[in-house]
């Protein structure tokens, strides 16, 4: 199956007086169907370029790129008439409320049987109950379930958010996932950049970690976190009755052991390869209550790799 997203080295520059910033230098995306892919990385690594220049929004430098098998720079038209694109800090009219403004996106665009598709939106984001409500009455979190709806509006089989949990509360971005989850089993893929990953984290599928304009990695991220594994070495956690200094010993005369490290009930092993068995052998008789590999969480794979 195609890939939603593709980009071929990628670049977008500017000139700052006589100095060149590179916003996106040199990217090579791959964003499969049907997935929620996270473009990861700080404030000013350069996402929100990226996002314009695959809308078509900004014109890149060099490199090239393809959405929906559409290319950005010579179809961008098409594109937008395909994906749903919510920008960061999207904006509507104050005064209008949450259905009025929604029918002002749907005429814009030329929505057909646009009064049943605001219905529908308004009812999936949660925001029917409140469609009389002004937009400057709302609060942070309705807001962006507002922008979330007008992406919704074409029912796009891509969604391209841009930081969409971003000012938002714990229950405002607990709610914002939940929402992406059901369209995401719904069959939609969802494309979300963020520097906030704890936040985001939780549901994402495939992630791609952006830093100073370029991607440093990107996959699934079970792959990724493999990877990391191999690369860093293996951690195993060793939770038992009595942490004795000739386990210690014991455990650190076998080969691939590189450091053992002793806290009041448990041991942490760290290995340069898979080391079970030996690990296991080295404990016989002893009264071990847990022997767990620790796995990389997603902020391990930020910290190795977004730098």
């Not at 520059?13 to 590179?22: A, L």
């Not at 314009?52 to 929004?57: A, P």
Request: neutral net charge; hydrophobic residues 40%.
């Amino acid at each position: 199956m195609a890939p939603v997203i593709e980009t071929h080295n990628l670049c977008k520059y500017y000139r700052v007086g006589k100095e060149v910033i590179k916003a996106v230098d040199g990217v090579n995306l791959l964003v499969p169907d049907g997935c929620i892919f996270g473009l990861i990385g700080p404030n000013g690594a350069g996402k929100s370029t990226l996002i314009h220049l695959l809308m078509g929004i900004i014109l890149p430098n060099s490199g090239s790129g393809e959405v929906l098998g559409y290319d950005i720079v010579k179809e961008s038209i098409e594109i937008r008439k395909r994906v749903g694109f919510m920008p960061e800090g999207i904006g509507f009219y104050t005064d209008l409320t949450a259905e009025q403004n929604l029918r002002a996106v749907a005429d814009l665009i030329g929505l057909e049987d646009k009064d049943k598709r605001v219905e529908e939106c308004l009812r999936t984001v949660g925001l029917w109950n409140f469609k009389k409500l002004k937009y400057k009455e709302m609060s942070t979190g309705m807001k962006q379930r507002l922008g979330l709806a007008q992406a919704l509006l074409k029912d796009p089989q891509l969604l391209i958010l841009d930081e969409p949990t971003a000012g938002i509360d714990p229950q405002g971005a607990r709610e914002f996932r939940d929402l992406v989850k059901e369209l995401y089993k719904e069959g939609k893929t969802i494309f979300i950049s963020t520097h906030l990953l704890y936040e985001i984290g939780p549901i994402l599928t495939h992630i791609a970690i952006m830093n100073k304009g370029r991607i440093t990695v990107q996959g699934g991220i079970d792959d990724i976190k493999e990877k990391l594994l191999s690369t860093q070495g293996y951690t195993y956690e060793i939770e038992m009755r009595e942490v004795k200094q000739e386990i210690k010993e014991r455990l650190s005369s076998i080969d691939t052991v590189k450091e053992v490290i002793m806290e009041p009930s448990k041991i942490l092993v760290r290995c340069s390869e898979p080391s079970s068995s030996e690990l296991m052998s080295a404990l016989i008789g002893e009264e071990v209550y847990s022997f767990r590999l620790v796995r990389p969480s997603l902020e391990d794979v930020f910290r190795a790799y977004a730098r």
